[in-house]
């Protein structure tokens, strides 16, 4: 079972509106929390990185929230623009070296 | 500016047929890695070099290699690609135990492989 559930699977969103994405983890010994954005055919590009006693770090338009009480994250994308479409990847660091436990990513669509 | 280099971007081989890539950073980074991306999943870690020390992760196939003659380059060796192993394949940095303690990974655009 995957230790990083991210959802929704896919979102379509209208050009200029806001939307949130959602990653659980159950990940165990928790070091810190990463969104990445990846477009097609492109390597992964960081947006986010917070510890454990980070709640909240912005990026520009997007501002990733953390409860690691709850193992819960979510990014926030605020005025969405057509550059936006990408998949968003939820990722986990739970080794001192850095290991990573990958999401399977949320597809998000922009439309004008 | 410091960044991650994969060449080529795309590679097309034939079944069976050797094919290596190629990965370069001027990042000075200590750890490197190799991920095998299918089409809408997650990247797989194949496989991570920390400095000279190779450590191959248990289910990654004995058709995957990997050499790092020195700091800056690493290379992925496909000795006999199947048609499985189309793939994207991502190399990535990072500076473990340096001046940031979040280990960030920074990635490569990545090279597309195309089995035949």
């Known amino acids: 079972k995957n230790q990083v559930e991210q959802s929704p699977q896919s979102l379509i969103i209208l050009e200029g509106k806001n939307c949130t994405l959602q990653c659980n983890y159950t990940v165990s010994p928790f070091s810190n929390l990463r969104w990445y954005k990846q477009d097609t055919g492109r390597g992964p590009v960081s947006l986010t990185i917070?510890?454990?006693?980070?709640n909240t770090k912005s990026n520009g338009r997007y501002t990733a929230t953390l409860d690691a009480d709850t193992k819960q994250s979510s990014l926030h994308i605020t005025a969405s623009q057509l550059s936006d479409s990408a998949s968003y990847i939820c990722?986990?660091?739970?080794?001192?070296?850095?290991?990573?436990?990958f999401g399977a990513g949320t597809q998000v669509v922009v439309t004008p | 500016d410091a960044m991650v280099i994969q060449n080529p971007r795309y590679q097309v081989t034939q079944f069976g047929k050797p094919v290596t890539l190629s990965c370069s950073q001027t990042?000075?980074?200590?750890?490197m890695y190799w991920y095998q991306q299918k089409s809408s999943q997650a990247p797989k870690l194949l496989f991570h070099?920390?400095?000279?020390?190779?450590?191959n992760e248990a289910d990654t196939p004995d058709n995957f290699q990997s050499r790092r003659p020195n700091t800056s380059f690493c290379f992925l060796d496909i000795r006999s690609p199947g048609l499985g192993d189309a793939a994207m394949y991502l190399c990535?940095?990072?500076?473990?135990?340096?001046?940031?303690?979040?280990?960030?990974?920074?990635f490569g655009p990545g090279t597309r492989l195309t089995v035949l």
């Open positions: 990722v986990v660091t739970t080794d001192s070296w850095g290991k990573l436990q």
């Open positions: 917070m510890t454990f006693s980070e």
């Open positions: 990042l000075n980074h200590n750890v």
């Open positions: 990535a940095t990072s500076s473990f135990g340096r001046e940031s303690s979040y280990n960030e990974q920074f």
């Open positions: 070099y920390y400095d000279k020390d190779f450590n």
